[in-house]
């Protein structure tokens, strides 16, 4: 099944040469979110946040593991794929910020060179997504060093900056909004309660 999806001006094509075949449940579902979406945000959202709607889509279909070394071109034929579909539906690709990054339990991992539109991909042994630091093996030390030198940095010009202060209950409050709240961010994917040092 094709699925297009038309809104505000915008068009975006959904094939299953692109990111696989649709069902008929799934081109109902979008069209739903959309009609949500058109009634939330009355038309001050843009192609792009259509977009995320449409990778909704992806959710049902099975993560792809590659293993082997002939998964390699399965592998290039999907980012030849997800670079079409983002050519066709207007969405800028900043190849230049894309990484591959590889999650083992070897020794050893396969290291393959990708390419986008004929531009290599830079390997990486850690990448930050949605503020959170992933490395190649997911024991999130380097997020948990990152957040605690934040909280400390803040700390100290927190500090620095209310010497004076006499009111505990703003001390507090300051804390709160600017040191707590950083370390508390996404806790739950590193969970601090737990770590062994």
């Known amino acids: 099944m094709s699925l297009n999806v038309h809104f505000l001006d915008s068009r975006l094509d959904y094939f299953h040469e692109n990111l696989g075949a649709v069902s008929e449940e799934q081109g109902e579902r979008i069209h739903r979110y959309i009609k949500e979406m058109e009634i ?7 192609v792009s946040m259509i977009a995320d709607y449409c990778w909704i889509l992806q959710r049902d279909n099975p993560c792809k593991v590659h ?8 592998f290039e034929s999907d980012l030849d794929c997800l670079f079409k579909w983002c050519t ?3 969405l800028h690709l900043n190849i230049e910020k894309c990484s591959i990054l590889s999650y083992t339990r070897k020794a050893q991992s396969l290291n393959h060179v990708y390419k986008i539109n004929d531009l290599v991909l830079s390997r990486s042994d850690s990448v930050t997504d949605l503020g959170i630091i992933f490395d190649t093996k997911l024991v999130f030390f380097q997020h948990i060093d990152s957040m605690v030198s934040k909280a400390y940095r803040r700390l100290g010009i927190l500090k620095l900056k209310t010497i004076e202060f006499s ?3 703003a001390l507090k409050v300051l804390y709160s909004a600017h040191v707590r709240s950083s370390l508390e961010c996404c806790s739950i994917a590193w969970d601090p309660n737990r770590i062994k040092t």
Not at 40 to 46: F, I
Not at 67 to 74: A, G, L, P, Q, Y
């Open 67 to 74: 293993k082997k070394k002939t998964d390699k071109r399965t």
């Open 167 to 169: 009111s505990e209950i």
């Open 40 to 46: 939330r945000y009355q038309g001050k959202w843009n």
């Open 88 to 90: 066709v539906n207007k």
